[in-house]
């Protein structure tokens, strides 16, 4: 069966310091990968998305970025932290025309 | 790009009322599907439309796919308090955007006992 992993749940970081998330996919292969962020109460914003190794595609600028330096495995990251990180980071694949997996996400909190 | 905007952004309803979300797509789309996110948690697949009007159900949950293929609707029939959650559509692409699959940014719905 196919299952997501993403780590850490929660994540308090001061600002000014480095973040790397990880997420990798089991039971597939090939998967298209996203990372979305949420902030509370809020919608699905799309950050990047992958569909193959090194292959990224940023949505919207800004302080982070992605890696997919396997196939089934995609890695959120950032150099600074800025306040406005804060939020739900989630994690999601899935196959052309077939529903998406999400991970259950790590609620990070900068400060 | 593709864009997918859903209405409302917010929705109050009493409990034994109906609610509705409604989806809209700026291009084609090869199929969209639902997903709901209860409080704390992440989305979770609820169903998928593929043809031009189709119409699906559960239970008390009536999913609409438009004749043109760029509008989808969610209706709940008689909200019960296990209905609360964001409900988000997502939109799959075509032509040079096939495989990808954008979101709505979801209605967050409320259900008062």
């Known amino acids: 069966s196919q299952t997501i992993h993403q780590w850490p749940a929660t994540l308090v970081q001061p600002v000014g310091s480095p973040l790397s998330l990880e997420c990798t996919v089991e039971?597939?292969?090939?998967?298209?990968l996203y990372w979305y962020r949420q902030a509370a109460g809020r919608g699905l914003q799309l950050l990047f998305y992958?569909?193959?190794?090194?292959?990224i595609s940023s949505e919207v600028p800004q302080n982070l970025s992605a890696s997919r330096p396997q196939d089934r495995q995609f890695i959120l990251s950032s150099k600074k932290l800025l306040l406005s990180d804060s939020g739900f980071y989630l994690c999601?694949?899935?196959?052309?025309?077939?529903?998406?997996?999400f991970g259950q996400g790590t609620r990070l909190t900068v400060v | 790009g593709q864009q997918v905007m859903q209405i409302p952004q917010y929705q109050h309803v009493q409990e034994g009322e109906d609610f509705t979300t409604y989806c809209n797509s700026s291009?084609?789309?090869?199929?969209i599907q639902w997903y709901k996110q209860r409080p704390g948690g992440h989305p979770v697949f609820l169903i998928q439309?593929?043809?031009?009007?189709e119409v699906k159900k559960q239970k008390r949950l009536t999913f609409q796919f438009g004749e043109a293929k760029k509008n989808s609707s969610l209706h709940i029939t008689a909200t019960q308090t296990t209905d609360v959650g964001t409900y988000f559509c997502?939109?799959?692409?075509?032509?040079?955007?096939?495989?990808?699959?954008?979101f709505g940014q979801g209605t967050i719905l409320t259900v008062h006992p």
């Open positions: 999601a694949y899935h196959r052309v025309r077939t529903e998406a997996f």
């Open positions: 039971g597939t292969s090939n998967p298209n």
């Open positions: 992958s569909v193959g190794i090194g292959q």
């Open positions: 291009t084609t789309l090869s199929n």
């Open positions: 439309l593929v043809k031009s009007g």
């Open positions: 997502a939109g799959g692409g075509s032509g040079t955007s096939y495989g990808k699959l954008t």
